[in-house]
């Protein structure tokens, strides 16, 4: 029968050795935190990592521009993989900070940043909700 | 360049000679599904069980639907996530050339505009996945409570909001279309 225990993490297993890790801990939290921004400002800047062109498959270092008879690029993928690189970097560097400091940094930041990241997002998208509108 | 493995972009074309190019994105896009539905599932018990812990032995369905174990879908949800994104992606391409171009072509912009969103989504949620984990997995420490509810419920939210633009989107022009 289920019980409170069941919906209570606190009876659980103790964490693994990676879960238990401080160091991890660094890591992950600095990472999710400044992935969505991270993300936005890369989507802002337009950084990809790497352009894809569907139409002939052929991929290119940084951003390229769709080709005359060539189809459309893809730069999404390069955007995410630019962010993941920048977000773990950025984890890495938060690993070396002391515990006095890297327990400042507020964790509900990692809930609350993708959220204030939506606005951005769906202004960003605007060639998309003007068109529609002007349908 | 094709070899038997790969497929073209021109509709018509097939995969060494077996099955049709439709035939083999709609296999792709039901195991995104999968995916997706096993995803979906798991996060939206995980959301409840902490947004509504259930105080007392569970008895009706709605009960017992908050009083799953949720620490335990914490993996499940990070992999089921990750799967799904990467099969999402593959599909991607496809739906750059033989669907979105139509897509514009007949106007249907709010419905373009919200699978870009959607795709920007995916990735929020998926640098979420490192902390949402380390924090269920630490469910012992209280320091992780608040946050580890406010990220399963974001990640829940998201999820959501990617599974009905998704399933729109598949009905606007997806299955064998």
Redesign the interface.
């Known amino acids: 029968?289920?019980?409170?225990a069941?919906?209570?993490?606190?009876t659980?297993p103790?964490?693994?050795s990676?879960?238990?890790s401080s160091a991890?801990?660094k890591?992950?939290?600095t990472?999710?935190?400044s992935?969505?921004v991270v993300?936005c400002l890369v989507?802002y800047f337009n950084y990809p990592l790497f352009t894809?062109h569907?139409?002939t498959?052929r991929i290119v270092w940084g951003y390229e521009a769709a080709r005359s008879g060539e189809?459309?690029n893809?730069l999404?993928?390069g955007?995410?993989a630019t962010?993941?690189l920048i977000?773990a970097a950025l984890g890495i560097i938060a690993m070396m900070l002391p515990d006095r400091i890297a327990r400042k940094i507020p964790?509900?930041l990692?809930?609350?940043l993708?959220?204030l990241?939506?606005p951005y997002?769906?202004y960003?998208?605007m060639p998309?909700?003007i068109?529609?509108a002007h349908? | 360049m094709k070899d038997k493995n790969t497929v073209s972009a021109e509709t018509g074309s097939t995969m060494s000679g077996l099955i049709s190019t439709n035939t083999f994105w709609t296999l792709w896009l039901f195991v995104h599904l999968i995916f997706a539905l096993g995803l979906l599932g798991a996060l939206t018990h995980q959301a409840a069980a902490v947004a509504l812990p259930v105080r007392k032995p569970a008895g009706g369905i709605v009960s017992r639907f908050r009083a799953v174990p949720a620490a335990g879908y914490a993996t499940t949800v990070c992999v089921l996530w990750v799967l799904t994104y990467l099969v999402g992606s593959y599909i991607y391409t496809k739906y750059r050339i033989a669907i979105r171009i139509p897509l514009e072509a007949q106007h249907y912009y709010k419905t373009g505009g919200f699978f870009d969103f959607k795709e920007h989504v995916a990735t929020l949620g998926l640098v979420l996945l490192p902390a949402y984990w380390y924090f269920w997995k630490n469910a012992q420490n209280p320091q992780y409570d608040n946050a580890r509810k406010g990220v399963t419920l974001v990640l829940a939210v998201m999820c959501w909001f990617l599974f009905i633009v998704g399933h729109v989107l598949n009905n606007t022009r997806g299955f064998a279309s």
Not at chain 1, 1 to 4: I, L, R
């Open positions: 029968m289920s019980t409170t069941a919906a209570t993490p606190r659980g103790p964490p693994s990676l879960a238990a991890f801990g890591f992950v939290t990472f999710s935190i992935g969505p993300y989507q894809f569907p139409a498959n189809g459309p893809m999404w993928y955007w995410s962010t993941i977000a964790l509900s990692v809930w609350i993708p959220i990241a939506i997002v769906v960003s998208l998309w909700w068109l529609a349908r």
